[in-house]
């Protein structure tokens, strides 16, 4: 059979596959619009639209986009919508799917362009749709690390506040002010929910959902505490600032001292498959039988899982939580 015509097949097999996805994730935007304008206007109880959600969490809610069934499944489940949100994206749910299909596609057809056999497809095809996956779970990461790092200043900056005679939320809205992404808009956000009527105590809550920080939970846990039962805020967050770069101090010294053992891993879990790429390009025959006899199959998936173990057991070993 003619490469061309599998060619044409894999474009109108993943074109049609698309284009099924497009179709169930399309949701009924406009009767959802009339539902919640109904609720905000009084006309429709608010038991009928969910009694669950308030007026104000609907005015405060990010719709998801074309919210259908298998939208609002990933949503429920997979939380994307929060991990969209802690990544600072502006994807929805339907797009970031239709680009792990479009990588997805991508991966398959590319191993047949390279020449390599048929049987790689399905591997790459399988590593390129999650690639999606691993940048935003890269984007996630970075924007809380850098949070984290601008924590202590935040919260040496609403105590310097509170000694000035200011409110916290109006300390909130100096960080929102005078600091830079992500923590200016993470606070400035917290700042104009508790400006909109939400109560304090809420705003915290919502905040360190948003952000899964540890330190973040202290400061929300003293807010609250001394709301209920007084005290310096001001002293306790300096304390908390203290801490956190205390923390970071030894982390840095942990992070020097375990560099040759994260270096090491890093070069051991590369050399497999660096060494079957070279193999494979100066004798491709040789690696053959790994794939053709039954004993050599067996080999190749115990290599795989004592590879993925050993990445396991060298995580374990230098990730050293402070």
Request: proline share 4%; hydrophobic share 50%.
């Amino acid at each position: 059979m003619s490469p061309w015509i599998i060619y044409a097949s894999v474009f109108g097999g993943v074109a049609l596959m698309v284009a099924a996805v497009s179709a169930l994730l399309r949701g009924d935007k406009d009767a959802d619009m009339e539902d919640r304008l109904s609720v905000l206007t009084g006309q429709k109880s608010a038991g009928k639209a969910g009694a669950e959600a308030s007026v104000a969490g609907d005015m405060m809610r990010v719709s998801v986009e074309g919210a259908g069934l298998l939208e609002k499944s990933l949503v429920k489940y997979l939380n994307l919508k929060m991990m969209f949100e802690q990544a600072d994206v502006s994807f929805t749910v339907s797009k970031f799917l239709l680009v792990c299909v479009v990588s997805g596609t991508i991966g398959f057809v590319l191993p047949t362009l390279a020449g390599l056999p048929v049987k790689f497809a399905p591997i790459v095809a399988a590593i390129f749709l999650f690639l999606p996956f691993l940048w935003l779970m890269m984007k996630r990461k970075s924007r809380l690390k850098k949070f984290a790092a601008q924590l202590p200043e935040a919260l040496e900056l609403i105590a310097r506040a509170l000694r000035a005679g200011h409110s916290l939320g109006a300390g909130m809205n100096l960080v929102a002010q005078e600091m830079s992404a992500p923590i200016a808009k993470e606070f400035g956000r917290a700042f104009e929910e508790q400006n909109l009527g939400m109560p304090m105590e809420e705003t915290l809550d919502h905040l360190a959902d948003r952000v899964p920080n540890l330190d973040l939970k202290f400061f929300v846990t003293a807010v609250v505490l001394q709301r209920q039962t007084g005290g310096d805020l001001a002293e306790i967050l300096d304390k908390i600032g203290r801490l956190i770069r205390e923390r970071f101090k030894i982390w840095g010294q942990v992070q020097a001292l375990t560099g040759e053992g994260r270096l090491s891993g890093i070069v051991l879990l590369a050399l497999p498959p660096t060494l079957f790429a070279t193999v494979y390009q100066m004798n491709p025959d040789y690696l053959m039988l790994l794939f053709t006899d039954e004993l050599g199959k067996k080999m190749l998936v115990g290599g795989v899982v004592m590879q993925l173990l050993g990445a396991i057991v060298i995580r374990k070993i230098i990730n050293i939580r402070v």
